[in-house]
Nanobody
């Protein structure tokens, strides 16, 4: 059974940077499209970024383009989300997710397995 464990969250000042990691266990990460989602208090879960199985394709929500970068190292079964120039509106619990889809997908229902999430708090 595939499991996902995120790390790297924390408190950061606006304009700073963070790198989130998501380790995949129980299966080979290259079998999955991987995505990052976030959920702020009293808001719905929001798609952030996704990466294809081989890592050549990526897709981002507009609000993070140019600031966030998703990448993966399938040899390490790990997916990353590099965040730079973070803003208070980026404050949320960030979760990684794995999808059996053959192509990049952006809706939560397309993802089969989820991590517990890691809190990112950006202070102004």
């Amino acid at each position: 059974q595939v499991q996902l464990v995120e790390s790297g969250g924390g408190l950061v000042q606006a304009g700073g940077s963070l790198r989130l990691s998501c380790v995949v266990s129980g299966s080979t990460s290259s079998s999955y499209v991987m995505g990052w989602f976030r959920q702020a208090p009293v808001k719905e879960r929001e798609f952030v970024a996704a990466i294809s199985r081989g890592g050549r394709g990526t897709y981002y929500t507009d609000s993070v383009k140019g600031r966030f970068t998703i990448s993966r190292d399938n040899a390490k079964n790990t997916v990353y989300l590099q965040m730079i120039d973070v803003k208070p509106k980026d404050t949320a619990v960030y979760s990684c997710a794995a999808s059996n889809s053959p192509v990049i997908v952006t809706v939560p229902r397309a993802y089969d397995t989820w991590g517990q999430g890691t809190q990112v708090t950006v202070s102004s």
